[in-house]
């Protein structure tokens, strides 16, 4: 079985600061990490994805999230957000070895002000 | 051209009636799900389908029946509607189980 812990529910920042988005993943196998992007009324789209390999990922629109094995987190972070970054952005993980059940977390509402 | 796309966008519909939406992937994907978003922006799986077999039927009612003509479709069905149908239903593809998925755009269903 497979969790994902999205510790912040709403995070408000003001234009031009940087953001941190947490993201925490229990699964007892390897696992592929994602992180989403949903804007109002809108389907969600990848950000950026973690397989293997490099453990810093670079994603769309400035994000970046590291995957860090040892304390079983993927946190996403951009270092100066804009307006139009509002919006809710969903941490996902599925096991790397067949068992892919894509597990989502509850997502982070990410807020934006001038 | 749309990856993934659904219709009807919108539904509004009364308690008891039946109703389908549908799902199509230009993408070449072998797998197709079902999520509900309810308004609390939770995202709940309800089906996946790899090549037109059903792989993943969580827990949902029966009253939920998903069609997979073949693997480029995959429809959901629902009878006899219930108030506590009423949210969003995104349908999603990815290439095997476990990958990136590609998001439709949303069926926002209100049931009155």
């Known amino acids: 079985a497979q969790s994902v812990t999205q510790l912040d529910s709403q995070v408000p920042v003001f234009e031009e600061a940087p953001v941190e988005l947490r993201c925490n993943y229990s699964?007892?196998?390897?696992?592929?990490l994602f992180w989403y992007v949903q804007y109002p009324n809108q389907g969600l789209q990848l950000l950026l994805k973690?397989?293997?390999?490099?453990?810093l990922v670079k994603g769309i629109n400035g994000f970046e999230a590291e995957f860090n094995k040892s304390q079983t987190s993927f946190h996403l972070r951009k270092p100066s957000v804009h307006i139009s970054d509002t919006a809710e952005y969903f941490c996902?993980?599925?096991?790397?070895?067949?068992?892919?059940?894509?597990?989502f977390g509850r997502g982070t509402s990410l807020i934006v002000h001038p | 051209d749309t990856a993934v796309s659904q219709t009807p966008k919108y539904l509004v519909t009364q308690m008891g009636n039946d109703k389908s939406i549908k799902c199509e992937q230009n993408?070449?994907?072998?797998?197709m799900y079902w999520y509900k978003q309810d308004s609390k922006k939770f995202l709940k799986i309800m089906f996946s389908y790899n090549n037109k077999e059903l792989i993943i039927n969580e827990t949902v009612p029966n009253r939920f029946s998903p069609k997979s003509p073949d693997k480029a479709h995959l429809n959901l069905h629902i009878n006899s509607l219930e108030l506590g149908d009423s949210a969003v239903y995104f349908c999603?593809?990815?290439?095997?189980?476990?990958?990136?998925?590609?998001f439709g755009p949303g069926t926002r269903l209100t049931v009155t």
């Open positions: 993408l070449g994907h072998d797998t």
């Open positions: 999603a593809s990815s290439q095997g189980g476990g990958g990136e998925q590609y």
């Open positions: 996902a993980v599925s096991g790397s070895g067949g068992s892919y059940i894509p597990t």
């Open positions: 973690y397989l293997s390999g490099s453990t």
């Open positions: 699964s007892s196998v390897s696992v592929y």
